[in-house]
């Protein structure tokens, strides 16, 4: 009875999260002069909203943006994070201390501090309108480099030492023991690189200004100034974001929610 | 020796990324808050060192300080709203019910989404006449405005976008926590006569006071790092008069600075992100303060 009350409580806040994702979703596959209707499944579906999207408004291009930028940003970072966390993890050099300490109270700056300085050293560099303006800025994943060095900390000294005596050199240990030792946290940091450069909207807009480099947030921002009344086919759009990642998230839930929790409470 | 120099060879790339675009940029906000553009076409070579005159007009800035008073405002409407949301989640979904993994990740889902594009389908719910939330509330014989267009429903009706957005992260931040908390804590409890309040009430609440805390943190520097919520859903109006003067009414400090920024104000931008950073350690050491009185 009680326990009752409980999944009826919880079905419903979960409606309530899901709903303007489903309503997005239902939007996007209605045509336009439906899509201010209160039926939730469209009286006429069609693909069109994802076709103009695509043909009329290059948001494929977009697409493929958000997908090089995200790709190649996860994939730096998170092989910069490993390297720098083996040596933190399994090394003493002078200055280890220090380092590790500065690296972390980085993480007490608010985002927006770095925008700026940043935006200045990027067009300086004369990097405007490029995907190393959008990746590289971001390449020291201080979280990422945290969960690493926890993680590899963990790993049994012993394995590192019989390899040593094999003859093997420092970074075949670090690429044949140490990565695939690792590989859930490198999967976890590898994922939330991911999507933290798939949503990196902000820092998307100030260093693009060609339509060509537009990532599908910023393609969004700039159709809706242009295209306030097209609903579904903004709708569509928010789809291209929003519907990816969130398959992404489905498949590999575990990582995302593992990760960004042990990160939290530790950090 | 050689040991060391290999340690610093594998830290090379992360250090040398981290020196460039996150260590100097702290020095280099400073040092462009002394300047101001002068030469727009080569913004920032033909800059000019005016000192603190950034800081001095700052603190005479009523846009900065109604933007920070709004930002406060989020703060105050959003951290204990989320708080209670996803606490409330976490308590339900820590008892033996089927399906919890279905659910915590159902409600988890939104908040690995953009805020821009979650801002925009909101914008869209909202709308006014024909959004659907607004219809809805209509249905129902709630007389509403637009309620992102009418100053006393914009902001909060950001908050709940965003609180129901957020929730997941601290329901699951609180579920890791309650999983921890030893049983025999709560049978103590119940061999004293306690029910599920006293419970709540006298162990868990004192227990997970750290992540409280944490959570409290987390949401002024969020409130203050704010600006894609707003950009997407309300651009910072509507606009209220007070006095004879005109203030946007969800115009958070985050936004404030991007439109200084946005008109080539860098100097100016940057010496609000300076303040912003004093704003949220002296934030973050008070409610580290008060918290430990409360409880203790």
Known sequence: MKKGILYILLTVFTFIVLFPFLWMLSTSFKPNPEALSLRFFPKHPT???????????????????????????????????????????????????????????????????????????????????????????????????????QYMKTLPDSLIEAARIDGASEFQIFLKIILPLSA????????????????????????????????????????????????SLKMAASTLSIVPIAIIFLFTQRYFIEGLTRGAIKG | ????????????????????????????????????????????GGMEWVGLKNYLKLMHDARFWWSFLITLYYAALSIPLGILVSFTLAVILNQPLKFRNAYRSAIFLPYILDVFVVGIVWTFLYSYPYGVITRLLMKIGIKIPGLLSTPGTALPSVVVAMVLKNCGFGMVLFLASLQNIPRSLYEACEVDGGGVWEKVRFVTIPLLKPLFLFMVIIGIIGAFSAFAEFYAMTGGGPAVIIGNKTFLSTEVTGLYLYRNFEQLKLGYAASISYTLLFINLAFSYLASLSMRRRFV
């Open chain 2, 1 to 44: 020796m050689k040991d060391t120099l290999t340690s610093y060879l594998f830290l090379l790339p992360f250090l040398l990324i981290f020196l460039v675009f996150l260590a100097f940029p702290v020095f280099y906000a400073f040092y462009l808050s002394m300047h101001e553009v002068r030469d727009l076409a080569d913004v920032f």
């Open chain 1, 47 to 149: 693909l069109e909203n994802f076709k103009r999207i695509i043909r009329d408004y290059s948001f494929g291009r977009y697409f493929i943006n958000s997908l090089i930028v995200a790709t190649s940003a996860a994939f730096f970072a998170t092989l910069f994070a490993s390297l720098a966390s083996y040596v933190f993890a399994k090394k003493e050099f002078p200055g280890k201390r220090v380092l590790f300490s500065l690296f972390l109270s980085s993480m007490m700056v608010p985002g927006l501090m770095f925008m700026i300085p940043q935006f200045a050293i990027v067009y300086r560099f004369g990097w405007i309108n490029t995907y190393r303006a959008m990746v590289v800025p971001h390449l020291a994943n201080v979280f990422g480099l945290f969960l690493l060095t």
């Open chain 1, 184 to 231: 859930p946290v490198i999967a976890t940091v590898f994922l939330l690189t991911f999507q933290f450069h798939w949503n990196n909207f902000l820092w998307q807009l100030i260093v693009t200004t060609s339509e060509k480099m537009y990532t599908v947030p910023v393609g969004l921002a700039m159709f809706r100034s242009a295209h306030e009344e097209l609903y």
